[in-house]
């Protein structure tokens, strides 16, 4: 324990934690983007869309090892203690290098820089208050929005009914465009944490950093456009024990 907490204490262990956390919670952003691009691939043969067919498969993790929803909630977990360690230790990092450097930036930088601050701070909070809200809606179906009634497991279904009033499909779209910001801003920074800027390769940074953030927006953002335009056809009831026959399938 002593020697885990002197690599923390250290500047060396605080930027590894940065790094590995880091990455760890972009993937997670970019693979539920990809999941929720699920919605655009139709059904299967037998009428289950293929993106309750892909939830079924994240509540099923690690069958038949692990019961139904363990492995799911142990990736919960990870991420959770993930976004801790990471916002900690980014905080942490920045007092360690304010001390480091005693004499201040000049004052257009110190604008630019309380700006971004600013603006980070209110697009923060915004996707802090969001990601209990979007659990409620979306995953627990405490909060209804639409016309449709939750159903457990019926994603498309949830998707569709959440997505097609205009206030529904507009806040999400608002707040993914935020975490694209978010990105973007995350992505450059750890970069600087990491040391890995330099004037020689600080434009390919920017140029990586934009593009994903761009892409991921892109591809949050497309789905509730999709459902709100019309452009996604109506759920059809499909006989929930075709689920139960998939996950049977799966783990044999």
């Known amino acids: 324990m002593n020697q885990i907490q002197r690599f923390y204490g250290s500047s060396i262990g605080k930027k590894f934690v940065v790094a590995v ?8 952003i970019a693979m539920h983007m990809a999941g929720n691009l699920k919605v655009f691939t139709g059904n299967t043969p037998s009428g289950v869309p293929h993106i309750d067919e892909y939830a079924l498969f994240l509540q099923t993790l690690g069958a038949p090892m692990l019961p139904k929803m363990m492995g799911l909630w142990i990736a919960r977990a990870v991420l959770l203690v993930c976004l801790v360690l990471h916002v ?8 360690q290098n304010r001390r480091a450097r005693p004499i201040p930036y000049v004052r257009s930088e110190k604008q630019a820089a309380s700006v971004a601050s600013r603006l980070m701070m209110v697009s923060g909070l915004v996707i802090l208050a969001f990601i ?6 979306f995953t627990t179906g405490n909060i209804q929005i639409g016309n449709r009634t939750f159903v457990h497991g019926h994603v498309y279904s949830n ?4 997505f097609s009033v ?3 499909a507009l806040g999400y779209a608002i707040v ?3 975490v694209g910001f978010h990105l973007f ?3 450059w920074s750890l970069f600087q944490t990491l040391g890995l800027d330099n004037p020689d390769r600080n434009n390919k940074i920017r140029a990586f950093s934009v593009v994903f ?5 892109i591809g949050f953002v497309l789905v509730p456009l999709a459902f709100i335009t019309g452009l996604m056809p109506s759920p059809v009831d499909y006989d929930p024990s075709l689920l139960n026959q998939i996950n049977s399938t799966s783990n044999h």
């Open 159 to 162: 998707l569709y009914g959440g």
């Open 88 to 95: 900690v230790t980014v905080i942490l990092l920045s007092q």
């Open 132 to 137: 209990p809200f979007h659990i409620l809606q």
């Open 21 to 28: 956390t880091g990455v760890i919670l972009f993937g997670f």
């Open 185 to 187: 801003h995350g992505l």
């Open 213 to 217: 953030s761009v892409i991921v927006t």
């Open 166 to 168: 205009w206030y529904g």
């Open 176 to 178: 993914v465009t935020l």
